[in-house]
């Protein structure tokens, strides 16, 4: 299966035509993760912006310290890395492979030249990112 192709099964580029997968599958580069391996480190400068092909990631933060809460597992589909991209900001949790994990991974340069010329694409990440803050706004009330 080509990089389009996994692409295609990405709900946040749903919108783009097989034109405009095949463009952005070029840019985007496979990165395989063992399961335990940490993928993006809580703090660290950012660098990339991550779509889950196959496996499962958890998000967690304060993962170094004596209290690691898990904020949420992310799979096949899903994507991770967004904040500190459109932020500027160091990474905000820690993100890593609850098994063996492939992900496709794109520069922020190029990823933001993406939603610049996509907007649908930034579009398409909100109902996503909304529901992200909805199940931190449950949890903090619970
Ligand atoms: P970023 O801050 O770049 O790096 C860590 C990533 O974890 C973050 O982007 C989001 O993609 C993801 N993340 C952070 N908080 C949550 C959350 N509450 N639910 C789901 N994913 C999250």
Redesign the pocket.
């Known amino acids: 299966m080509g990089h389009d192709d996994t692409l295609k099964n990405v709900p946040i580029f749903s919108e783009l035509g097989n034109r405009d997968l095949k463009r952005l599958a070029k840019l985007m580069v496979p990165r395989s993760f063992r399961a335990g391996e940490v993928i993006?480190k809580?703090n660290d400068q950012?660098a990339g912006?991550?779509v889950i092909a196959s496996g499962a990631v958890e998000?967690v933060?304060g993962a170094e310290g004596p209290n690691p809460q898990v904020?949420?597992t992310?799979g096949s589909g899903d994507?991770?890395?967004?904040?500190?991209?459109?932020?500027g900001?160091?990474?905000?949790?820690?993100?890593k492979a609850v098994e063996d994990t492939e992900c496709l991974a794109i520069t922020r340069w190029d990823f933001t030249a993406e939603m610049r010329t996509h907007p649908e694409i930034a579009v398409a990440m909100l109902p996503t990112l909304v529901r992200?803050?909805r199940?931190?706004d449950e949890r903090l009330s619970e």
């Open positions: 993006v809580e950012a912006f991550f998000v933060r904020l949420a992310l994507f991770f890395g967004e904040m500190a991209l459109f932020e900001y160091p990474r905000s949790a820690t993100v992200r803050l199940a931190t």
